[in-house]
């Protein structure tokens, strides 16, 4: 049953590299900026718990679909945050479109601080 439930429902472990070759940059960005490699940084040093947390507020969802199983939909596009970049400024997400927008943070402590507090504070999604 589990390999049924893996199959329909994805895996339980949210495997960041898999979400890193699904990822696309909008709006401008590119994989190499200095704080789009400190996301991948502070999401790979996540626990499981915080990363399911981290695809629930950014697509609804806890969990990847299988390597095999992506679509562009289930791609994640990561484009630069529409309010600002200021060490304040939460991340936002469109969780229809597997949308995050993510501010430039000066530092990792301030990127992992601010991503904490947009998952643990956003638990369900608002129309």
Same mark, same amino acid.
């Given at each position: 049953?589990?390999?049924?439930?893996?199959?329909?429902?994805?895996?339980?472990?949210?495997?960041?590299?898999? #979400?890193?070759?699904?990822?696309?940059?909008?709006?401008?960005?590119?994989?190499?900026?200095?704080?789009?490699?400190?996301?991948?940084?502070?999401?790979?040093?996540?626990?499981?718990?915080?990363?399911? #947390?981290?695809?629930?507020? /950014?697509?609804?969802?806890?969990?990847?679909?299988?390597?095999?199983?992506?679509?562009?939909?289930?791609?994640?596009?990561?484009?630069?945050?529409?309010?600002?970049?200021?060490?304040?400024?939460?991340?936002? /997400?469109?969780?229809?479109?597997?949308?995050?927008?993510?501010?430039?943070?000066?530092?990792?402590?301030?990127?992992?601080?601010?991503?904490?507090? /947009?998952?643990?504070?956003?638990?369900?999604?608002?129309?």
């Amino acid at each position: 049953w589990e390999e049924l439930e893996r199959r329909v429902c994805g895996s339980p472990d949210v495997d960041v590299a898999s #979400l890193r070759r699904h990822t696309r940059y909008r709006g401008g960005l590119e994989g190499s900026e200095p704080h789009i490699q400190m996301f991948w940084e502070v999401l790979e040093g996540f626990s499981q718990a915080d990363r399911r #947390l981290f695809l629930r507020f /950014a697509w609804g969802r806890e969990r990847l679909p299988l390597e095999s199983d992506y679509t562009e939909h289930s791609e994640m596009k990561l484009f630069p945050s529409d309010r600002g970049n200021g060490d304040q400024v939460l991340p936002e /997400a469109e969780t229809c479109f597997f949308i995050v927008k993510l501010p430039q943070y000066r530092t990792k402590a301030l990127m992992e601080e601010n991503l904490m507090a /947009a998952i643990t504070a956003c638990r369900e999604i608002n129309y």
